[in-house]
């Protein structure tokens, strides 16, 4: 990947509690002074505009792709017909990034913290991934890799994150 931002992906079974822990760690990242980015991996088609907005109206009428652009924020819709490849989204839409966080993407070989709950699943999604960096959750699932319980401050749990994520190479 060529972009020089730091890039963690959070993994874990559906209702783990991913989405609580990535908002926790934004904040904290946010009060940090970072510029985040998120991108969340869907196995589903999404829609991402509003019934009877312009942009609506354009995509409806068959528009490829549909920019919506105002001086607070950018929005892009885009029919695919592959899924874009993690790196191609990073260098072109979040180059300018200081840390991107990624939901998902758990078979990509980039940094991962994972989220376990021993009320969702047993296993870990990303039992003996090398790149696997931490555990998060209700209960340590005895691993050799440092383990964090949820209900950690977040503050703590963001200076280990950031002491050992180093910059894509």
């Not at 017909?81 to 078979?107: C, S």
């Not at 090398?130 to 209900?151: M, Q, R, T, W």
Request: some cysteine; aromatic content about 6%.
């Amino acid at each position: 990947m060529k972009s020089e931002a730091l890039i963690l992906s959070i993994v874990g079974r559906s209702n783990s509690g991913k989405t609580t822990f990535m908002v926790k760690l934004i904040k904290e990242l946010k009060l940090r002074g970072y510029r985040v980015a998120t991108i969340k991996h869907s196995h589903h088609s999404l829609e991402l505009d509003t019934e009877g907005k312009d942009s609506w109206w354009h995509t409806q009428a068959g528009a490829d792709a549909v920019a919506v652009v105002s001086r607070a924020t950018m929005g892009i819709i885009r029919r695919t017909t592959n899924e874009f490849p993690l790196p191609e989204i990073i260098n072109t839409y979040l180059q300018d990034m200081d840390i991107i966080l990624v939901e998902g993407y758990k078979t990509e070989a980039i940094l991962k913290v994972e989220v376990f709950r021993t009320e969702v699943s047993t296993e870990l999604v990303c039992k003996g991934d090398k790149n696997l960096l931490a555990v998060i959750g209700d209960k340590n699932p005895e691993i050799s890799i440092p383990f964090f319980h949820i209900d950690d401050n977040v503050s703590s749990i963001t200076d280990f994150l950031l002491s050992n994520l180093k910059k894509p190479s």
